[in-house]
């Protein structure tokens, strides 16, 4: 396919414009904290710690911070209280957006998240108003390069239960189920492939781009307003993101 990963582009977007590491910090230990609150501090056991796990070793989170996290949420040091909410709206000209976040304080959290729509052209809206145009899944994404055959790798991929392969200029994006991502990522890397970036995300079922120059300018604010909050962990939209931007 010819173009380039839409999710590659939002993923790269999102680490340029969270480029403080203290912050990216702070988001993921409180995304490490839950996950061993609710499922245990064994990322063999538990799923959703060894994702949260992956994504801060991505980030160069040092292990010390890890461990921190993971005593915290188990109650070993003492014992943070996050809760996760997702928060629905319509960014400008109807764009669907799901905002996922970590919080001690909702009445401060959802003043913020209603904010930053009110002021950039879109409005909040009520829980299922949007999450229908979205699917969870798993994404497991590797770049290209001479060494990589991709007859190869679909199969492999395929055969340890994958649902596609998809080729870009750039890129070969492997999607899976939520619950088959930690086996074929293991699978894989087990084959020596390695991974540009993965993770399991909301994917939208259609882009919709966006023409008027205020608009796109008016989207790129509310996700920049977003994901500078401290409460928020992950923003997902259904915007055809230009690739220029």
Sequence with gaps: ????????????????????????????????????????????????????????????????????????????????????????????????????????????????????????????????????????????EIEKNSGLDYDELMMSALELGADDVTEYDDAYEIITSPEAYLDIKKGLEDLNYEFSQSDITFLPQNYVKLEDPEDIKKMEKLIDTLEDNDDVQDVYTNWDMPEEI
């Design 1 to 140: 396919m010819s173009g380039h990963s839409k999710w590659n582009n939002i993923k790269n977007k999102k680490g340029k414009e969270d480029a403080k590491r203290g912050k990216i910090f702070t988001k993921l230990g409180r995304y490490i904290m839950v996950a061993a609150r609710e499922g245990g501090p064994d990322p063999d056991y538990n799923p959703s710690l060894k994702v949260a796990i992956d994504k801060a070793k991505a980030e160069n989170m040092p292990n010390d911070n890890i461990e921190r996290a993971i005593k915290k949420g188990s109650g070993e040091l003492g014992s943070d209280s996050f809760e996760e909410i997702t928060y629905e709206g319509y960014g400008p000209s109807g764009i669907a957006v799901l905002v996922q976040c970590l919080t001690d304080n909702r009445n401060r959290t959802a003043p913020d998240v209603r904010h930053a729509f009110d002021k950039n052209g879109g409005n909040l809206g009520t829980p299922g108003s949007v999450s229908f145009m979205f699917d969870r899944r798993g994404i497991i």
